[in-house]
């Protein structure tokens, strides 16, 4: 493919390294099974190991946590690879890493992040998201999932829906209303 603008020069070679090794991969291992995937309605869930070996779940986070330590770049164009072999495989990628791995990176415990993050950067373990509600869809302000502090912990009590990863997941970053504002939660299954 031409580079009329020259994009390629702009990347470090481990930007363009991380690129070339998932393209290969996209072209070798993702594309093969997407016909009989789509057509039975099945995520290939071999998928999950090699993503993890590559380690491309948790790309940006620090290697002590199970990430490679890359850069936004580079994971935008591993974003973009696995795009271009399947929309699914993309999708479990960027959640598992995105919206999951990286909240318990950024505002969870020093023993959440020990606990699940290596364990989630292996394939070990898969997170989903829950945010969107059936009747206010993705808008936190409008949600009417409530969490309220009891002895030992919390009681959580609302509804979600859409939710990429759920029926695989492991865990789930739940996000409800509290009497002090938005929370976040690691709920596992």
């Known amino acids: 493919m031409d580079d009329l603008l020259f994009l390629d020069e702009q990347l470090?070679?481990?930007?363009?390294?991380?690129?070339?090794?998932v393209s290969r991969f996209v072209a070798h291992d993702v594309v093969p099974?997407?016909?009989?995937?789509?057509?039975?309605?099945?995520?290939?869930?071999?998928?999950?190991?090699?993503?993890?070996?590559l380690g491309l779940l948790g790309l940006t986070l620090p290697v002590e946590?199970?990430?490679?330590?890359?850069?936004?770049?580079?994971?935008?164009?591993?974003?973009?690879?696995?795009?271009?072999?399947?929309s699914g495989l993309?999708?479990?990628?960027?959640?598992?890493?995105?919206?999951?791995m990286y909240p318990i990176f950024r505002y969870g415990t020093e023993e959440q992040k020990k606990r699940f993050l290596p364990c989630m950067a292996r394939g070990e373990l898969v997170g989903c998201f829950g945010l969107t509600e059936p009747d206010s869809g993705s808008d936190p302000?409008?949600?009417r999932t409530h969490a309220k502090k009891v002895k030992g912990g919390w009681r959580i009590s609302g509804s979600k829906m859409w939710i990429t990863n759920a029926p695989i997941a492991d865990l789930a970053i739940l996000w409800a209303k509290t009497d002090e504002g938005i929370r976040g939660f690691i709920v596992e299954k």
């Open 90 to 100: 993309r999708s479990f990628v960027s959640v598992q890493s995105s919206l999951c």
């Open 65 to 86: 946590y199970g990430g490679s330590g890359a850069s936004y770049v580079a994971y935008g164009l591993v974003c973009q690879e696995l795009e271009r072999g399947d």
């Open 12 to 21: 470090h070679d481990d930007e363009r390294m991380i690129r070339d090794t």
């Open 33 to 53: 099974l997407m016909a009989d995937a789509f057509e039975k309605a099945y995520f290939p869930m071999q998928l999950i190991q090699k993503t993890a070996e």
């Open 141 to 143: 302000g409008s949600m």
